[in-house]
């Protein structure tokens, strides 16, 4: 399982990879040249758009547990470490 870090760096280095292999079809006069384009877009703008959800997910999870200790040293005190 990979953390939210290497998701992002992977998912820097397919958008490189894709963008690259797009050009490449662009300069070699591929017919599907635009639409390998379109798809790679799709595809990263998508990926992207899950990473930050997850991003938002994990602070949400993150505040909600601050919260949740707060109230329970409030009630009990600290716990001794």
């Known amino acids: 399982m990979r ?3 290497e998701a992002a760096e992977r998912l820097a280095i397919v958008t490189l990879n894709l963008d690259l292999m797009c050009k490449r079809a ?3 006069r591929d017919p ?3 639409r390998l384009t379109q798809l790679a ?3 990263v703008d998508l ?3 899950v ?3 997850l991003a938002l997910l994990v ?3 993150t505040h909600e547990a601050e919260g ?3 109230a329970h040293e409030a009630k009990w005190g600290r716990a001794p470490l």
Do not use: K, N, S
Request: charged share 20%; no cysteine; glycine share 4%.
């Open 3 to 5: 953390t939210m870090t």
């Open 47 to 49: 990926a992207a758009d």
């Open 32 to 34: 599907q040249a635009a």
């Open 59 to 61: 602070q949400r999870e």
């Open 51 to 53: 990473m930050l959800g």
């Open 41 to 43: 877009v799709d595809a």
């Open 26 to 28: 662009a300069v070699a």
């Open 68 to 70: 949740r200790l707060q």
